[in-house]
């Protein structure tokens, strides 16, 4: 008894979600046609995209066809069986007429890679939130290391009073923070359209009071699984890209223990301050109340001088 054989048929079906011209670019990729040819299949028919496999095989070409976002599915090949009596020796006078609605001959599982490109430098394509926290982390890191290096050379224009050489150092350091806020820029659009929403929405960062929440929508805010009008999924996550999105929690941990540090210290430095403060206060109002009676002495002795001074004179005659 021979194997059961499968087909993959299309009627026309999108998953949700997922717009006719997504799907129809992605199977323009998918089957390196052009979009005219791909048109045919959204007829409203129904059409063989691929005959004559086994479930196995079947199962891997709809996988690669969900992922181009239309609702293929698998059915059944009729069993045909044939006797010796009929195989005729003459050949089929004619053969079987190509359908119309035929999709073009291409090999669904070698036309299209399982996961869309990664392109770094670019506002096209997708990356999902662990590789978008990485590469953050790995332009955070390149900045440091850049900004460490001009801060250095900056401290050493300034020890030799070179303004010309001040005045370099200033305009690389601008350009500098331009061109790593252009390649931020262009990681969080390729975010964005993982999650299937405009590139333009970037703009939001720079309303006020959004523009502080945003960016932790975009960390949060999970992607499509399958492809969207901005391609197909980014691929897996490597181990590389877990490393660096995880220096994230040792980077906030840092920064936190920093800032506790620095406000321990500052809470503490304001309260030997105002110890101090109140020390020197109360010696220099010791000081004023021990001088007090000094001068009370003083006073009194020169009252009592003053005293003998003005006595009468003794009248002699009375004696």
Avoid: C
């Avoid at 299309?10 to 998918?30: C, Q, R, S």
């Avoid at 040792?250 to 223990?257: C, D, G, L, P, Y």
């Avoid at 030997?272 to 004023?288: G, K, L, M, P, R």
């Amino acid at each position: 008894m021979s194997e059961n054989r499968f087909k993959i048929v299309f009627d026309g079906a999108l998953l949700p979600g997922v717009d006719a011209t997504t799907a129809k670019l992605n199977l323009a990729e998918l089957f390196k046609s052009d979009v005219a040819a791909i048109e045919r299949l959204f007829s409203g028919r129904m059409v063989a995209l691929k005959r004559d496999l086994s479930h196995a095989d079947a199962q891997t070409y709809l996988q690669a066809l969900t992922k181009t976002g239309i609702d293929a599915r698998i059915e059944a090949e009729p069993s045909i069986e044939l006797n010796l009596s009929d195989v005729h020796t003459n050949p089929s006078p004619s053969a079987e007429p190509e359908s119309p609605y035929a999709p073009p001959r291409a090999t669904v599982g070698e036309a299209l890679p399982e996961f869309a490109t990664l392109k770094a430098f670019s506002f096209s394509g997708r990356i999902g939130r662990l590789r978008f926290l990485a590469w953050t982390m790995a332009l955070t890191l390149v900045t440091l290391g850049i900004g460490s290096v001009l801060a250095i050379f900056g401290f050493g224009l300034i020890s030799t009073n070179s303004t010309a050489g001040l005045i370099v150092a200033g305009l690389l350091a601008v350009i500098l923070i331009v061109i790593l806020a252009f390649i931020s820029i262009q990681f969080s659009v390729q975010r964005l359209h993982d999650i299937g929403w405009s590139g333009w929405l970037w703009l939001l960062n720079l309303v006020p009071f959004v523009g502080g929440a945003f960016p932790f929508v975009i960390m949060i805010v999970p992607g499509n699984n399958t492809a969207n009008r901005y391609g197909a999924p980014p691929p897996p996550n490597s181990n590389a890209v877990r490393v660096l999105a995880s220096l994230w929690l040792v980077f906030i941990a840092i920064m936190f223990v920093g800032g506790l540090t620095g406000g321990l210290t500052a809470i503490q430095d304001e309260y030997e301050s105002a110890t101090d403060s109140a020390y020197q206060s109360s010696s220099v109002t010791t000081d004023e109340v021990e001088a007090a009676p000094v001068e009370v002495d003083s006073a009194a002795d020169s009252t009592d001088d003053a005293a003998e001074a003005a006595q009468p004179p003794v009248d002699s005659a009375k004696e």
